[in-house]
């Protein structure tokens, strides 16, 4: 039993850890294009990563002047990746945007 309890807690220790991996960093268009073509994003464990679709940012280059930007991307992530959706104010969500930015 007690066991099982430090299992539960290592796990969710680690799903802390891991999903605050970039906390730390500063929002960048860089971190944000490497993001962009992470299969990983938003937790998800298929092979398609946002450049799978939108290769190299093609044909989402005037994107960022749109006011839902974030509400997008969140959109792709859960319905393009199977992942979860990031918080707006997470420095992947920021540096998503940045990137976006930088395709113009
Ligand atoms: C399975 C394919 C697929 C994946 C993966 C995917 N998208 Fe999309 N995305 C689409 C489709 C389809 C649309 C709607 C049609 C369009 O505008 O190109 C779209 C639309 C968009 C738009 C809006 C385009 C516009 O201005 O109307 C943005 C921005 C975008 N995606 C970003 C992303 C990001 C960021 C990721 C990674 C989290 C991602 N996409 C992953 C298929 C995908």
Redesign the pocket.
């Known amino acids: 039993m007690l066991q099982s309890v430090k299992t539960v807690m290592v796990a969710a220790l680690w799903a802390g850890l891991s999903l605050s991996a970039y906390a730390a960093e500063r929002p960048s268009a860089a971190l944000g294009e490497k993001l962009?073509n992470d299969p990983k994003?938003?937790g998800a464990t298929g092979t398609?990563?946002?450049g799978?679709?939108?290769q190299d940012g093609a044909?989402?280059e005037?994107?960022y002047k749109?006011p839902n930007?974030p509400q997008?991307?969140n959109?792709?992530?859960t319905?393009?990746?199977g992942?979860a959706p990031l918080a707006e104010d997470s420095v992947e969500m920021k540096s998503?945007i940045l990137y976006?930015q930088s395709l113009r």
């Open positions: 962009f994003l938003g398609k990563s946002c799978s679709c939108h044909g989402i005037f994107s749109k930007l997008i991307i959109m792709c992530i319905r393009g990746l992942g998503l976006h």
